[in-house]
């Protein structure tokens, strides 16, 4: 964040800077403090863009009701400037095969947040156990700021449609609209599958 320059530093800037002209050539204070003002609203301007940066670059980035945010997976980076806005919780559904040029755990945690994976691997892992756990840890976190994310989000959208359907009673053409808010996308065939099978009924 810039600085503003006040008495003293306007001295040691000495009569060649800008401040110091100004103070020279008989501008009064309250006009140098006007610039000095606008410097520190122009800088800190310039500082919150370059904050805000790190989560412009996270891919599929949404905010949801119930202070949910789903994502594609965010860089080292990100993490803090999440932690920074006030998330909590971090829950990955990516697989620690897929987690090997990262240590995102290790991340979430110094950022100061609290880290969760379901591992979400193949489309065999879009299944009831999996629902059933995203489902009870959301109810866990209640209101608490929490990111979900995967690689692209496409993971996500699909378990959150298959949560939809199996533990909140949704219809299918409820749970798959859920699913593509969450970034369901290149998934759908096989959630519509899934939720055509007649053996799976567990609304709690």
């Known amino acids: 964040m810039g600085l503003a320059l006040t008495d003293s530093?306007?001295?040691?800037?000495?009569r060649g800077s800008f401040f110091g002209h100004l103070k020279g050539s008989g501008f009064n204070k309250p006009l140098c403090s006007f610039f000095s003002i606008?410097?520190?609203?122009?800088s800190f301007a310039v500082w919150a863009e370059d904050q805000s940066g790190a989560l412009n670059a996270v891919p599929n980035l949404r905010h949801h009701a119930g202070n949910v945010y789903s994502a594609g997976q965010p860089n080292p980076a990100a993490f803090v400037e999440f932690a920074n806005s006030g998330v909590n919780d971090v829950i990955n559904l990516r697989s620690h095969d897929e987690m090997k040029e990262i240590n995102e755990e290790a991340a979430v945690i110094e950022a100061?947040?609290?880290y969760h994976n379901i591992a979400v691997?193949?489309?065999?892992d879009l299944n009831l156990n999996n629902a059933r756990q995203l489902h009870q840890l959301m109810a866990q976190l209640?209101?608490?700021?929490?990111?979900?994310?995967?690689r692209s989000s496409n993971r996500v959208g699909a378990l959150m449609a298959l949560r939809a359907a199996w533990l909140q009673g949704k219809?299918?053409?409820?749970?798959?609209?859920?699913?593509?808010?969450y970034g369901l996308t290149s998934l759908e065939p096989e959630i519509i599958t899934l939720l055509t099978r007649p053996h799976v009924s567990t609304v709690n």
């Open 9 to 14: 530093t306007e001295e040691r800037a000495g």
């Open 171 to 181: 219809n299918m053409n409820e749970a798959l609209a859920i699913g593509k808010l």
């Open 121 to 124: 691997a193949t489309v065999e």
């Open 38 to 42: 606008v410097f520190c609203v122009l």
């Open 142 to 150: 209640g209101n608490k700021n929490t990111l979900v994310h995967c």
């Open 112 to 114: 100061g947040m609290h």
